[in-house]
């Protein structure tokens, strides 16, 4: 999980965070959930808010390892096995024992066009000499 520290350069610099989101080209609500820890930022926002306070990445962001790898799935999801983190599954995404029922009919094949006059108009043209 990146925990940041935008909030705290941002008041630092005496700038509000639509100032802050203008200069970093995105929006105003954009900086409230990242100060907020709602959503993580990609790593070229990362880069243009270092470069805009002027310092480096770290000063701003930290990778802080949790102890519960589960805490962003959903209550009561089953743990996976390959990866020892919870997934959400539904009683909607379990397999389906006969697909074939379920599948629409093929689609008809079209007819092979043989008037080439249809596919490629100037196809006539070019086979007729000019007299």
Do not use: H
Not at 3 to 24: F, Y
Not at 62 to 79: C, F, H, I, L, M
Not at 82 to 92: G, L, M, Y
Not at 106 to 130: I, Q
């Amino acid at each position: 999980m990146v925990k940041n520290k935008v909030t705290i350069w941002r008041e630092q610099k005496g700038i509000s965070k639509a100032a802050l989101a203008r200069r970093i080209g995105v929006s105003r609500s954009y900086v409230t959930r990242l100060e907020q820890g709602d959503i993580g930022p990609s790593a070229d926002v990362m880069f243009r808010i270092a470069r805009y306070f002027k310092c480096g990445i770290d000063d701003v962001f930290q990778w802080v390892e949790t102890e519960d790898k589960t805490e962003r799935n959903p209550p009561g999801a089953p743990p996976c096995v390959k990866c020892d983190v919870r997934t959400f599954t539904s009683a909607a995404a379990k397999p389906v024992r006969n697909q074939s029922a379920t599948l629409p009919a093929r689609p008809a094949v079209m007819e092979r066009v043989t008037d080439k006059s249809l596919v490629n108009p100037t196809a006539e043209a070019v086979a007729s000499p000019v007299a």
